[in-house]
């Protein structure tokens, strides 16, 4: 199990995360929030590559930075904008990798081509990595983040840039993955999260605003969203949430306390409209 | 201690395991049968050039410098393939920010700067005994000679690990190669036969102590590196 207790991360005086609590056990984690809330700061905290500024992150019980190298056995980590040696081929670089991970020669070998063709990159397995696609590239990425079978899988924005097909091989393979693991994730793509994701945990003003199943989460505005097609409906304090077309209408979807249903229809949320409404003021 | 602090003390190593860290030598030389020789270098053209061209210029300098400037010669030359090879491999790890993924492995970058500086002063001995071979006129000069290098060698090896060992630092030790070479064409020009005759009269005392002064700098810093007492990932 891995929980942190208390965690405060500061860059000089600008507080980014103040008194995060969390608790990972088995499942897939969802970091669910918008651009610079610290999504990328906590995982960096969680991979020890940075350090918080107050309280403590622990694996079963130790300090992970005291656990040093026997942390990092157990962790798979992809970043956020992964680098990469641009002339190598993903076979090359994948067995590098395998070997600072301390994996011996064979099973790094052995590893390598079963991920290649875990993540569909076997045809292109010896090409040199400038001359792959960003989508390519992110499913080396992906690959490399289970050399070493980690226990603890981290990714930053994994499907960023796959392509549909791509990404419902991605949330199959996490799925599979997360049965015997934690898998963290985070993401801004509101659809992935809701497939795959156990628990969705929204950061907002640097603090956890939500921990809970996405279901649980969407129930924070039962009886509260609206549809209509009469834009007029929709004033102060109701709250726009999105416009879809349809046919030649556009259906205009809302929050609102106060009870619409004569003007509008009450619909099921979801996690996109709790999403914009939990953001509503950081437009 | 009373039979309750004892009984619990157990339960708590019972609970817990006994949890053994490798030491910095068991470290190294599982890092050394992984990684192997050329991905610690850098796997590369890159790295190979450089190393040539510097072994090249080494040889080249030591070769056909006047006999009259060997202890300078000895002194500025040796540690020049050290400096430049290390500071190619590790501009070769750093590069296209794979250090993050890096850092995150079992090994981190700089378990395998430590190792890799370690080696290649190991290395950088025979280098210098190259050189002071080449410029030497006797048997006595040669091994006046050979101190000398090999204290020059340490003090780099030393210098180099204490600035690598951090994550931003690269520049500042590719800084020291420039400063090393700039020192070693500067001092001879500016303070002329007067430096040659200050090396050449240095006791071997003097270069012992330095040698053994910068070795164990050395080991001591990668014994931290290798077993992250407190820098642990050197983030
Ligand atoms: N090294 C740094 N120095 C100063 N401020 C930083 C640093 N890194 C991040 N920040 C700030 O911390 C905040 C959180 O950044 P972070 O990268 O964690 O956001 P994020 O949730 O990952 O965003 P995104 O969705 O865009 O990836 C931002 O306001 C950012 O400007
Ligand atoms: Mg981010």
């Known amino acids: 199990m891995l929980s942190l207790s208390n965690i405060t991360k500061k860059y000089g005086s600008f507080r980014v995360l103040e008194g995060v609590d969390l608790e990972f056990t088995r499942g897939v984690y969802a970091l669910l929030a918008p651009n610079g809330a610290g999504k990328t700061t906590l995982i960096k905290m969680l991979t020890t590559l940075i350090h918080p500024s107050g309280g403590q992150i622990l694996w079963n019980g130790d300090d992970i930075v005291h656990l040093g190298a026997s942390y990092r056995s157990i962790l798979g980590y992809l970043p956020q904008d992964f680098g990469y040696y641009k002339n190598q081929s993903p076979r090359k670089f994948l067995e590098y990798l395998g070997a600072v991970k301390a994996l011996d020669r064979r099973t790094a070998i052995i590893r390598t081509d079963r991920l290649l063709d875990l993540v569909g990159l076997s045809e292109v397995a010896d090409k040199k990595m400038r001359k792959l696609s960003g989508g390519m590239i992110q499913r080396v990425g992906i690959a490399q983040a289970l050399l070493n079978e980690p226990k603890v899988l981290i990714l930053d924005e994994p499907t960023a840039g796959l392509d549909p097909q791509q990404r419902v091989h991605f949330r199959n393979l996490i799925a599979r993955l997360s049965q015997d693991r934690i898998v963290i994730c985070s993401t801004h793509i509101v659809s992935d999260v809701e497939t795959i994701a156990n628990h969705v945990v929204m950061i907002k003003d640097g603090a956890i605003w939500a921990n809970d199943p996405p279901a649980q989460i969407c129930r924070r505005l039962e009886g509260k969203v609206y549809e209509t097609s009469d834009i007029q409906a929709v004033y102060e304090p109701h709250l726009l949430l999105t416009q879809r077309q349809d046919g030649t209408t556009t259906v205009s979807r809302f929050f609102s306390e106060a009870d619409c249903s004569l003007l509008a229809t009450r619909v099921e949320p979801n996690l996109e409209d709790v999403f914009l409404w939990a953001y509503r003021d950081q437009a | ?235």
């Not at chain 2, 430049?84 to 920010?97: G, L, P, Q």
């Not at chain 2, 950088?124 to 071979?133: D, E, H, M, N």
């Not at chain 2, 006046?144 to 030393?158: D, E, F, G, I, T």
């Open chain 2, 1 to 235: 201690m009373t039979l309750s602090d004892r009984q619990a003390s157990i339960d708590y190593i019972l609970e817990k395991g006994l949890l053994t860290r490798d030491s910095a030598l068991d470290k190294a030389r599982m890092l050394i049968r992984r990684l192997g020789l050329r991905l610690m270098f850098g796997d590369g053209p890159l790295v190979i050039v450089f190393a040539a061209l510097a072994l090249g210029i080494t040889a080249l300098v030591a070769g056909c410098a006047p006999v009259e400037w060997r202890h300078s010669v000895a002194v500025g030359c040796s540690p020049i393939a050290f400096l430049v090879i290390a500071n190619v491999s590790e501009a070769v790890d750093r590069a296209s920010r794979v250090y993050d993924i890096r850092q995150t492995c079992y090994f981190t970058v700089a378990q395998v700067t430590a190792v890799r500086v370690m080696c290649l002063g190991a290395v950088g001995v025979f280098v210098t005994a190259l050189v002071a071979g080449l410029a030497a006129t006797s048997a006595g000069d040669f091994l006046h000679l050979l101190l000398l290098a090999v204290a020059a060698l340490s003090m780099c090896a030393a210098a180099q690990l204490m600035i690598v060992g951090r994550r931003h630092r690269l520049a500042l030790s590719v800084g020291l190669t420039v400063v090393w070479v700039g020192l070693g064409l500067g001092l001879p020009l500016v303070l002329g036969l007067f430096w040659e005759q200050l090396l050449a009269s240095l006791s071997w005392v003097v270069a012992v102590t330095v040698c053994v002064v910068c070795a164990a700098l050395v080991v001591w810093r990668a014994i931290r590196m290798l077993t992250e007492s407190r820098y642990h990932a050197f983030a």
